[in-house]
């Protein structure tokens, strides 16, 4: 399979997950329905998670590699407040699109501090999967991704750890040899520097012997919107069911919180692993059709 196959089977993964987990905050629909075997009827729209990793992964199309400036521009011209975006990604994006430099934007927002949520971290497991078998490009390139609009080190770590996950799992399926939960975790923070996303996926290796219920509990479920609230479980899940797409979504969705951004980050590392085959059919049914197709 070529790099942009890998590509294309981790942004199905990513969306199903995202339009999947984003059903779950519409009333009356509960983890119940999944488990007695039926998916929340309808068509399923999918978050900014989706519109941003396809607009990621459309830019990538030519030539593979991050340009921050054009990155940063597409960003701003495709996105869709209506789709979820949280408020300073909404502002971030409109001064991108007004003019603004972007360098100058990451750095301002937050009262200076910068952006340490999770949505580098949400769009980046298909550029992850491009790169597999080499974790080092996947991860300096995740940074360049994540930099236009998260100026924060643990936005950007997030988005590191989540890129070289999908490196890994993308590189085990070419040479069909899964690593064991605690080998993908240590791929994944030999690319981390000190920090509370470092902190916290190695709080996950830790914990790979207890429930989900418990991992969700002592790493948080993305309640926060914060990397490092997020990509720490979100790992421990994909890490402890990398051969199962289906059983992994469910434990994002069971998990609650930030449901969409768990499922889609989950959903994007499994299926650079899993393939497309591993999706259920009728859940790529019914995700909105994509944006784009890489």
């Known amino acids: 399979m070529t790099d942009f196959e890998l590509c294309a089977d981790s942004l199905d993964g990513l969306s199903v997950g995202d339009a999947l987990g984003a059903q779950f905050f519409v009333p009356g629909t509960t983890f119940s329905t999944l488990l007695d075997g039926t998916a929340p009827p309808g068509s399923w729209p999918w978050t900014d998670d989706t519109e941003m990793a396809c607009t990621l992964a459309a830019h990538l199309r030519p030539h593979g590699v991050v340009d921050q400036d054009r990155l940063a521009q597409a960003f701003a011209e495709h996105f869709e407040p209506y789709r979820g975006y949280g408020g300073g990604a909404v502002v971030v994006l409109r001064r991108i699109r007004n003019g603004e430099p972007w360098r100058d934007v990451a750095r301002e927002a937050f009262d200076g501090q910068g952006s340490m949520g999770n949505g580098a971290a949400m769009r980046v497991a298909p550029l992850g999967?491009?790169?597999?078998?080499?974790?080092?490009?996947?991860?300096?390139?995740?940074?360049?991704?994540?930099?236009?609009?998260?100026?924060?080190?643990?936005?950007?770590?997030?988005?590191?750890?989540?890129?070289?996950?999908?490196?890994?799992?993308?590189?085990?399926?070419?040479?069909?040899?899964?690593?064991?939960?605690?080998?993908?975790?240590?791929?994944?923070?030999?690319?981390?520097?000190?920090?509370?996303?470092?902190?916290?996926?190695?709080?996950?290796?830790?914990?790979?012997?207890?429930?989900?219920?418990?991992?969700?509990?002592?790493?948080?479920?993305?309640?926060?919107?914060?990397?490092?609230?997020?990509?720490?479980?979100?790992?421990?899940?994909?890490?402890?069911?990398?051969?199962?797409?289906?059983?992994?979504?469910?434990?994002?969705?069971?998990?609650?919180?930030?449901?969409?951004?768990?499922?889609?980050?989950?959903?994007?590392?499994?299926?650079?692993?899993?393939?497309?085959?591993?999706?259920?059919?009728?859940?790529?049914?019914?995700?909105?059709?994509?944006?784009?197709?890489?």
């Open 129 to 294: 999967a491009l790169h597999a078998g080499d974790p080092r490009t996947a991860a300096l390139e995740a940074m360049r991704s994540a930099e236009v609009t998260h100026a924060h080190a643990e936005g950007i770590l997030g988005a590191v750890a989540v890129a070289v996950a999908a490196a890994e799992a993308g590189w085990a399926r070419r040479v069909r040899n899964p690593p064991s939960p605690a080998e993908l975790l240590d791929a994944v923070l030999g690319y981390l520097i000190d920090g509370r996303v470092r902190d916290g996926v190695r709080q996950a290796r830790r914990l790979l012997g207890v429930s989900a219920a418990e991992a969700a509990y002592e790493l948080g479920n993305g309640a926060q919107v914060l990397a490092q609230d997020t990509v720490p479980f979100a790992l421990w899940v994909a890490a402890t069911r990398l051969d199962d797409y289906p059983g992994a979504i469910r434990v994002c969705i069971e998990a609650g919180g930030d449901v969409d951004t768990m499922a889609a980050i989950v959903g994007g590392i499994v299926a650079a692993y899993t393939g497309r085959a591993a999706i259920p059919p009728e859940w790529l049914s019914q995700r909105e059709p994509l944006a784009v197709m890489v």
